[in-house]
């Protein structure tokens, strides 16, 4: 089984897995070309495993956020169970943000397959009126998923945002 | 004289203006010391380069070679102080998998609307007989030239050796991101899909193509920044047949249509269920 993290640069991708998986993730992490305020980002992807019960297992993979890689979105969205978008909370226009993952992914979206998780947030506990934005723009979009602020760095929360949307794909099965 | 070379995982030779040169030079003239390989410009130990890019390259296939074999790539030093060894040193290159040729930043395809041309951009008095007499010296199936061909420095070449040029490029593009003039060359030679990348980009592409193990020699230029979708792909390909099986979940675990829901929500309570185990620990 397999779920994809994506969204803009600096959005959280890489840590959200690097907090979670069980084995040492696997980053493509290079130093930028362009201007960006990150010391390295994601240039291929990045790979990491949770190791289920009877040999099972969940394989996570972080896209590259720049859309000039958009060709490796859809190699690594092939066979997908689940969809993580993180939106960085703090970026000028961050709905906008979640609209273009949305559209890039499109085609791998069902009405089920697609949680949120909106970081760089002051507080964890963002109000959900910071969070109807989010809301609004999915129901606008005829699209039901979950959207929670995460903190990347901490794993009780990436979890929660990987339950949310495992029992999200498990009620519309 | 190759100190490790047996050993090595890989080899990458760097040839760039000077390295090419002083070669020739030697043959021609001594046999003063013409390509040294070793640690001079890196602190990559097993890098060998006087040049090229190379470095660059390496610094990214170390790492990520390490991550996945856990350990570093084994290390290959060589000296060479005449041209006779030199071409010794490739011809043993011809049985051993991993290599790469490493050509520097100054040789370019350029297009001038009507034909392909190969330019040299380099100040210095580079030939193409240069690589020629290199690379057709140990027989490298890359380099089989129809003809002769001898151009100087800043001397363009027409349509004919087109032919030695594209098999050296035929894996991996050339070209600067931020080079619009090479973006427009690509295009018109309808390499698909064209997805201009930075160089770091690029090295990472190659690093995956010698971990793939399955070639005999890729050219690059040392000093690449476009990138091929198909390289990318490369990456996963590799990355997926050879050490993780990326992008390939086996379809009996995958959430996929023609399974039964029971097993769907096997699978999914299994993931819930180490969730919640995360969670505890956290």
Not at chain 2, 249 to 264: G, V
Request: proline share 4%; net charge negative; aromatic share 10%.
């Amino acid at each position: 089984m397999k779920f994809v993290f994506t969204g803009c640069v600096g959005s959280g991708k890489t840590e959200a897995i690097k907090t979670v998986s069980d084995i040492p993730v696997i980053s493509t992490e290079e130093k930028p070309s362009d201007d960006l305020e990150k010391q390295t980002t994601t240039v291929a992807l990045d790979y990491g495993e949770l190791h289920l019960a009877q040999g099972s297992k969940l394989e996570l993979y972080g896209t590259p956020g720049q859309s000039r890689f958009a060709y490796m979105w859809k190699i690594l969205s092939e066979g997908a169970s689940g969809f993580i978008i993180l939106v960085n909370h703090k970026r000028p226009s961050p709905v906008e943000d979640l609209d273009m993952y949305v559209e890039n992914f499109a085609e791998y979206l069902t009405e089920s397959n697609l949680a949120v998780g909106v970081t760089h947030t002051d507080d964890i506990n963002l109000m959900t009126n910071e969070l109807s934005k989010y809301y609004e723009y999915l129901k606008h979009k005829n699209i039901s998923a979950p959207v929670l602020p995460i903190d990347p760095r901490d794993a009780s929360s990436v979890t929660t945002l990987l339950q949310a949307l495992t029992v999200s794909i498990e009620q519309n099965l | 004289m190759f100190t490790t070379f047996e050993e090595a995982d890989i080899v990458v030779i760097s040839l760039d203006e000077n390295s090419t040169q002083d070669a020739l030079d030697a043959k021609n003239n001594s046999d003063k010391i013409t390509v040294v390989y070793g640690k001079e410009k890196t602190d990559h130990p097993w890098h060998m380069s006087p040049g090229g890019g190379a470095d660059e390259f390496m610094s990214v296939f170390s790492d990520i070679y390490a991550s996945l074999n856990n350990q570093k790539p084994s290390q290959a030093v060589a000296s060479f102080n005449s041209f006779d060894k030199l071409m010794s040193f490739f011809n043993q290159l011809k049985n051993k998998k991993n290599t790469l040729i490493s050509f520097g930043n100054d040789i370019q395809l350029i297009y001038d609307s009507k034909e392909y041309k190969v330019e040299f951009i380099t100040p210095k008095n580079l030939s193409m007989e240069a690589y020629a007499t290199l690379l057709s010296s140990a027989d490298f199936s890359v380099a089989k030239f129809s003809e002769p061909v001898s151009v100087n420095h800043n001397e363009t070449v027409q349509f004919d050796s087109f032919s030695f040029f594209w098999k050296l490029f035929q894996f991996i593009s050339i070209g600067a991101a931020s080079d619009e003039h090479n973006k427009t060359v690509y295009k018109q030679m309808h390499w698909p899909p064209l997805t201009m990348v930075p160089h770091k980009e690029h090295d990472l592409a190659i690093s995956a193509l010698l971990m793939k193990g399955s070639f005999d020699i890729y050219t690059i230029s040392g000093k690449a920044r476009c990138q091929l979708e198909d390289v990318y792909r490369y990456i996963l390909s590799c990355l997926s047949i050879n050490f993780l099986e990326l992008c390939t979940s086996p379809a009996s675990e995958a959430l996929n249509k023609n399974q039964p829901d029971d097993k769907k929500v096997s699978l999914l309570g299994k993931l819930f269920q180490k969730l919640q185990q995360i969670k505890k620990g956290s």
